[in-house]
């Protein structure tokens, strides 16, 4: 048999309390979907690419005000509601939801000779999606906005015929064509049109009869819907959750840096709600909950993630495990600017993610409904985690053995260099 290693102390229990789920685990709550479907849509049809999210954050805003949901905003616009939890002292553990409300999209890197507007990506994302897309150009001024199409250096086939199916797919090779008359740089200058403008893919969302939602900039976007849906079932529940929840939507995820700032010191469990990747060699579904287990930045937490797969199962709730090699969240700039909390990302399952995305209504759903069990249990380890520190005979250690391994010494004739250390 092999030998763990596990706390030393002969009662476990006392020494290493191991708090798995043996509360009364509660059920999911009802999310109203067309609400759901709803707000979405509102929001998708509001342009946010990462440095230009005013908007889109009134919006949200508006959204938890009818609800009731106190917030604040940081300096730079990101926010943060507040769910209220059982009364407690002022130093207990908290909890987060973190979604976001920008999106990829584009700048404006230089005005051509010809009219057009060579671009350079806001996020990453490939310019073989945007080629074909049509966009907003926000120039300086509130009241003017372009619209116009993103298209090859070769667009026309009657006079390129054959090369542009063989020309280069890169962001040097697009363009954008505005819809006003502009045949050089002075037309471009007379428009308003610098260096540094903001430019929206249309998202131009469609809701399916058979459950589907096509669109560009699910990728975030559905997280922020299923966020503010959960907000809707708890405050119209009237449910006082275990612990104080801090929603915060953030707006610079798609550049690595979303969560990097908001998060109070008191948080103990955060769940980030974004896209998990529905693509070939992948385990993500696109009808469910995905749960990832790591990312580019490494492992999320070992016992949350765990806990929030056993909650899953417990609720009926479609739930699979995967890992995204190239993938990067919220909860990865959280922990990277100092955040000392567990961290735990559930995914809507994404087709297409960073192109022309498509997800269902029922995997939305299905994610907003496990967060609501989630919130309404304890901490994962509710001594050890209601304090950002502790000693060793508290650590919670004994949930996760580890084979002991034995090296032995070599007889002399074994040895390479033929003798004893």
């Known amino acids: 048999m092999t030998e763990l290693y596990r706390n030393p102390n002969e009662n476990a229990e006392e020494y290493a309390p191991a708090e798995p789920i043996t509360q009364e685990t509660p059920s999911p709550l009802d999310i109203d979907r067309d609400w759901l479907v709803g707000v979405l849509v509102r929001l998708l049809q509001t342009p946010s690419p990462t440095g230009r999210t005013d908007a889109v954050m009134q919006f949200v805003g508006d959204m938890f005000t009818r609800l009731g949901v106190p917030f604040t905003l940081t300096r730079r616009g990101a926010l943060v509601a507040e769910l209220p939890g059982e009364p ?3 130093d207990t553990a908290e909890r987060a939801i973190v979604v976001h409300a920008d999106t990829i999209g584009c700048m404006v890197q230089r005005l051509k000779p010809n009219g057009r507007l060579e671009l350079t990506p806001i996020g990453t994302h490939s310019a073989r999606f945007a080629a074909g897309a049509r966009v907003k ?10 619209t116009g199409t993103v298209l090859p250096l070769m667009a026309s086939g009657h006079r390129y015929n054959d090369a542009v199916d063989s020309q280069p797919g890169d962001w040097e090779h697009v363009e954008l064509r505005i819809d006003e008359p502009a045949e050089n740089i002075e037309d471009l200058r007379r428009l308003g049109v610098q260096v540094g403008d903001f430019v929206a893919l249309v998202a131009t969302p469609e809701v399916t009869d058979s459950g589907y939602i096509v669109s560009r900039h699910l990728d975030g976007k559905a997280g922020v819907a299923a966020a503010l849906a959960v907000a809707k079932a708890i405050t119209e529940n009237g449910i006082v959750l275990p612990h104080k929840t801090n929603i915060m939507v953030t707006i610079s995820e798609e550049v690595g840096h979303g969560a990097s700032h ?29 749960l990832l287990m790591a990312d580019l930045h490494g492992p999320y937490d070992y016992h949350l993630t765990r806990r929030l797969h056993s909650l899953a199962h417990s609720g009926d709730i479609p739930c699979v495990r995967d890992v995204f090699r190239h993938y990067r969240s919220d909860a990865a700039a959280a922990i990277e600017a100092g955040a000392g909390t567990r961290a735990a990302l559930l995914g809507f399952g994404v087709d297409g993610s960073h192109g022309w995305e498509r997800t269902t209504i029922a995997s939305v759903e299905a994610v907003a409904r496990l967060v609501t069990m989630w919130l309404r249990t304890k901490l994962t380890f509710a001594k050890w985690d209601a304090s950002p520190e502790g000693e060793l005979e508290g650590f919670p250690s004994a949930l996760q053995p580890a084979p002991v391994e034995r090296w032995t010494r070599l007889a002399p004739d074994e040895h390479p260099a033929g003798q004893d250390d």
């Not at 150009?137 to 372009?146: A, E, M, N, Q």
């Not at 993500?284 to 909950?289: F, P």
């Open 88 to 90: 407690s002292p002022a």
């Open 137 to 146: 150009l926000f120039v300086d001024g509130p009241d003017r906005v372009y």
């Open 262 to 290: 908001g998060l109070v010191d008191s948080v103990a469990e955060l769940v980030s709600l974004d896209n998990a990747v529905v693509a070939p060699e992948q385990e993500s579904i696109e009808d469910g909950v995905t």
